[in-house]
């Protein structure tokens, strides 16, 4: 049964803002501090994007080959779930004589570490399928998405295992069916976003789009907290908005987006976490965190072969293509140190 409330999906209004790096590197993160739990991430990207980076990027064709598109399995499992319950009396009946339909989170799981020496060996993978979208998925019943989440929940719930859960999602508008799976599926949501303007103003009709699927019961998750990321340290001292400094400029952006957010939150009423919070401060506070823009001597090679900040040693790292990478220790110790800043926040949800 999953820790209650630990199920947590990033999201976004568009491509590009770092969900999969986040998700990634926190999951992994939270699996390297805790080798006695289980994680789990599900991969509900059209094209697999956190299940290139788990099995150690696009250049492991034999592991894409073996292990990519799990996903789809347990969505057709969960679909023959509700097909059998939707039988009603006829399959009660029948039960004696046929096998009950179940997810088997057991085959549907890929340990990553079989395939990926840096993942962390506690964390598990159910893979998308890295190819081609299928464009009659764009036209799945809202409810039946809701479904298929209240089944795949249930089969966690019913393991005999402890998982911590992270979802990874494309970064669209309509939203996509398999990005309503995960907002069916989480409790909480996790928004990456650059202090940007243009992109602040998409966030808002997303926040239209999820306070009716969440006023309609369409899904579970509330919106838990906005990270300001890909965000340029101009100090490590920490500031009024959060735990590092940075330029002014990019602070007087922050600073006046938290106010417009905060306002959103009060509109969406329930649909955030941090709602009721008295004052834009206290909901700053609260209800957003800062992320760095991790330095490409440690980003890049982590994007291409899998690598975790955690798990990252200093030294040389030569990617598949032949490109070196000379990264330093503190370099990686200040990825792990906002990473681990973001991991406490999410824990803090479960004090």
């Known amino acids: ?39 789990m991430l599900l991969d509900m990207t059209e094209l ?41 009396m006829f399959m ?35 893979s998308s399928g890295a190819s081609s979208y299928d464009e009659e998925e764009e036209y799945r019943d809202p409810e039946e998405m809701r479904t298929i989440a209240q089944h795949i929940r249930q089969a966690l719930e019913q393991d005999p295992r402890t998982w911590k859960v992270f979802i990874d999602t494309d ?24 202090p940007d ?19 309609r019961e369409e899904m579970r998750c509330r919106v838990q907290f906005i990270c300001w990321n890909k965000l340029q340290l101009y100090r490590k001292a920490p500031s009024d908005l959060g735990s590092f400094t ?15 957010l905060f306002e959103q939150a009060r509109q969406c009423g ?16 609260a209800a957003t965190v800062l992320v760095r823009d991790f330095p490409d001597t440690c980003s890049l090679p982590s994007n291409a072969m899998g690598i975790p900040f955690c798990r990252m040693s200093p030294g040389a790292i030569v990617l598949p293509s032949g490109v ?3 990264v330093q220790r503190e370099q990686i110790e200040s990825c792990v140190e906002n990473i681990t800043e973001l991991l406490g926040r999410l824990d803090a949800m479960e004090a």
Request: hydrophobic content about 40%; glycine content about 6%; overall charge neutral.
């Open 171 to 194: 970064g669209d508008r309509r939203p996509a069916p398999f990005t309503r799976l995960g907002y069916a599926l989480a409790d909480y949501c996790i928004i990456p976003i650059a």
């Open 270 to 285: 329930k649909l955030f976490v941090h709602c009721d919070a008295p004052d834009a401060v206290a909901f700053q506070q």
């Open 92 to 126: 009660r009946m029948a039960s004696v004589f046929r096998r009950k339909v179940e997810i088997d989170l057991e085959s549907a799981a890929v340990h990553p570490s079989e395939w990926n020496a840096a993942a962390p060996e506690n964390l598990y993978l159910m």
């Open 48 to 88: 697999g994007d956190l299940t290139k980076r788990c099995l150690g990027g696009v250049s492991n064709e034999e592991a894409l080959a073996s292990n990519a598109g799990k996903m789809f399995e347990v969505i057709e499992a969960a679909e023959k779930v509700e097909e059998q319950h939707q039988r009603g």
């Open 197 to 215: 303007e243009s992109d602040f103003a998409r966030l808002l009709p997303m926040f239209k789009t999820l306070q009716g699927m969440y006023e």
């Open 246 to 260: 940075t330029p002014k400029v990019t602070g007087d952006m922050i600073a006046s987006l938290n106010k417009k």
């Open 1 to 39: 049964m999953p820790v209650p409330g630990s199920i947590y999906v990033f999201a976004s209004q568009k491509g590009g803002t770092g969900k999969t790096k986040l998700c990634y590197h926190t999951a992994c993160q939270y699996a390297h501090s805790r080798p006695d739990e289980h994680v």
């Open 324 to 326: 070196e990478f000379k």
